[in-house]
């Protein structure tokens, strides 16, 4: 495979057909928007799971990202529970908050219930929680319902990478009427490469002419008009995948440095679940927050660097790196362990909430 020219987002949006759902989107989003707004609560966009890159118009093969969605709906979890509402953007059919604890491959969901009696004469029978697992159960089916009675999580679906960016020019642009209480959360997996539409073969590509050579174009790197024109104000963090841990830091301070964002959470693919590191520029001290703004709703979080003991900050002329880690699991008979999301998102509502009040 050879590469090809790259796109600007501008000639992108020119030349790559919108979603035939996108009119809709866009206006479910911008009702649930200004509800939220109404209530006063942060927003987060959340995006979720890999973007998918068909070969052919009438699609019946495509190129696929990695990304199961645990890291995004796992992440809207804590954020729900720290009192944000949720824009969760995510690949059809990958993990959803509070569904995801009974993903049918690892945990069925069939698994934990049990009838109930031999039904009472008219062919009636009782279904209950398994006793063993009823109490995570409960847990989770509150927060669950909680949220729908909040009307506190909205969920869109994407599956190919068009879809992908066409929703996130479109959901930032309305998100962005909450100017500094919106946060944007990239956490799907997104493809680098894709083909245009104008150079799509209509039908499935036939196998008689041997070996197959497809020219991809670069996906336009959308983080510098999302930064500049789509987003006013917003905090947006985006996630930096690497195998080779080595370029991880290098690779994250290239997209602060190129886009201008906030934060960027690095993560090697192996090590995800146990460790991330957060990569921002260097800033002067904060002052100490105002009494009435310090003593908000939210428990205050622990910084990366003192989570677990674990962590280690180091300075660089214009970078900032703090490495969050978690222990892995001991021995339990709880099906809850410990997620380094929670920690992840305890430490941006943290940030959040000083570039809310101290305008950086
Ligand atoms: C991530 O790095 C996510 O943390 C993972 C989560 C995809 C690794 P899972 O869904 O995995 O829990 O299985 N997401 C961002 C990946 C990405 O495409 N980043 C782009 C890049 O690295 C920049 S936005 O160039």
């Known amino acids: 495979m050879h590469q090809s020219t790259s796109f600007s987002a501008e000639s992108y949006f020119a030349t790559q057909s ?17 509800r939220q707004a109404a209530a006063n609560r942060n927003v987060v966009l959340v995006t979720s ?5 068909p070969l052919e118009l009438n ?17 809207a979890e804590y954020f729900l529970k720290a009192g944000y509402a949720v824009i969760f953007m995510h690949r059809q059919f990958s993990l959803q908050p509070f569904s995801r604890h009974y993903s049918h491959s690892t945990n069925p969901f069939l698994d934990f219930l049990a009838v109930e009696g031999e039904g009472d004469g008219d062919g009636t029978v009782g279904i209950t929680a398994d006793k063993r697992t009823d109490a995570d159960l409960l847990a989770v089916l509150t927060a669950y319902k909680g949220v ?5 999580l909205h ?7 068009n879809d992908y960016l066409w929703l996130l020019r479109a959901v930032s642009q309305e998100l962005s009427l909450l100017r500094r209480r919106a946060m944007y959360y990239l956490a799907a997996a997104v493809s680098d490469f894709f083909l245009p539409r104008q150079k799509m073969s209509e039908h499935k590509i036939q196998s008689g002419k041997g070996s197959l050579h497809i020219e991809m174009d670069q996906v336009p790197k959308v983080l510098k ?27 994250a301070r290239a997209a602060l440095e190129r886009y201008g964002h906030q934060v960027v959470i690095g993560n090697d693919l192996h090590t995800r679940k146990m460790q991330v590191v957060f990569v921002e520029r260097k800033r002067k001290p904060l002052p100490p927050l105002p009494p009435e703004e310090n003593a908000g709703p939210l428990p205050p979080p622990k910084s990366p660097a003192d989570a677990h003991g674990a962590g280690e900050e180091t300075e660089s002329m214009t970078f900032v790196e703090s490495w969050l880690r978690i222990t892995p699991p001991a021995a339990t008979t709880s099906t809850q362990v410990k997620e380094i999301e929670e920690d992840i998102v305890a430490e941006l509502v943290r940030r959040h909430a000083a570039w809310i009040v101290h305008d950086r």
């Open 155 to 161: 969920t869109l679906t994407f599956v190919t990478v």
């Open 18 to 34: 919108a979603p035939p759902s996108l009119a809709q989107d866009i206006a479910d989003v911008q009702a649930f928007v200004a």
């Open 148 to 152: 729908q009675m909040a009307g506190s």
């Open 49 to 53: 799971g890999g973007t998918t890159v």
């Open 59 to 75: 699609v019946v093969r495509f190129l696929d990202n990695f990304s199961a969605g645990t890291r995004g709906a796992t992440s």
């Open 225 to 251: 008009p999302m930064v500049e024109e789509w987003t006013r104000d917003g905090f947006i963090v985006s996630f930096k995948l690497e195998t080779d841990d080595r370029l991880l830091i290098p690779k």
